[in-house]
C-alpha cells in the first residue's frame, strides 16, 4: 500500500486562508488589502482608502477608517466625522478612535453628541476619545454628565476618565459631584 502523505502539499494549498486583496468580492479579503497599506503615504494608496470609506460592509469602512488614522494626519478629520453618523455601531465607535488618534479639534463636537448614542460601546469610546482632549471645557462637561449614564459601564467609566484626568479620587461616582470638583 502505498503513502498518502504526497498529497499532503495539496492538501495545504487547498486549506490556504482568505487573501488580502482591496477589489475582492469578499469584505474581509477587502479588509485585509486594507491593512496591506498601514504605513503607505501614495495617493494612489490613501484614495484607495478614502474610496473604502463608502464600501457597503462595515468591517471595510472599520478598516480603513483605521488605516486612515494610523497615518496621524490631522487634515483626514474630514473623512472621520461623517462616520460618526454611520449605521453601524463599531464604524461609530472606530470614528471616535480615529478623531482622537489625530487629534482633530473640531471633531470634539461631533464626539460629544456620541456619549448620547444609544449604542453603550459607542458612548464609551466617545468618553475615550474626548478624553484626549483635556483643554476642551466642552470634553469635560459631557464627560461629568455621562457620569449619570443609565448604562453602569459608561457611568464608571466617565468616573474613572475624570478621576485620572483631574487626579482626584476623592470624588463620589455622581455627576453632581463631579460637577462641584471641576467647577
Known amino acids: 500500500m502505498r503513502s498518502p502523505f504526497w498529497l499532503l502539499p495539496f492538501l495545504l494549498a487547498a486549506c490556504s486562508g482568505p487573501d488580502a486583496n482591496v477589489k475582492s468580492e469578499d469584505p474581509y ?10 504605513g503607505r ?31 496621524e494626519r490631522p487634515e483626514f478629520l474630514q473623512h472621520f466625522v461623517p462616520k460618526l ?16 488618534r489625530v487629534h482633530g479639534e473640531e471633531g ?5 453628541e456620541g456619549v448620547k448614542d444609544p ?20 470634553a469635560l462637561r459631557a464627560m461629568v454628565e ?17 478621576s ?3 487626579n482626584r479620587t476623592d470624588v463620589k461616582q455622581t455627576k453632581e459631584a463631579w460637577a462641584e470638583a471641576v467647577k
Open 146 to 162: 455621562t457620569v449619570a449614564d443609565k448604562d453602569p459601564g459608561v457611568s464608571y467609566l466617565a468616573h474613572k476618565l475624570l
Open 85 to 100: 453618523k454611520h449605521k453601524h455601531p463599531m464604524v461609530r465607535q472606530a470614528a471616535c478612535a480615529a478623531i482622537a
Open 29 to 38: 479579503e477587502r479588509f485585509l488589502g486594507e491593512r496591506d497599506l498601514v
Open 164 to 166: 485620572e484626568r483631574t
Open 41 to 71: 503615504t501614495d495617493a494612489e494608496s490613501i484614495g484607495q482608502l478614502v474610496r473604502m470609506l463608502e464600501d457597503p460592509h462595515y468591517l471595510v469602512v472599520i478598516g480603513a477608517i483605521d488605516v486612515l488614522a494610523s497615518h
Open 108 to 112: 470634539v463636537p461631533g464626539v460629544i
Open 119 to 138: 449604542d453603550p460601546m459607542v458612548r464609551r469610546a466617545a468618553l475615550k476619545a474626548l478624553a484626549r482632549f483635556p483643554r476642551r471645557p466642552d
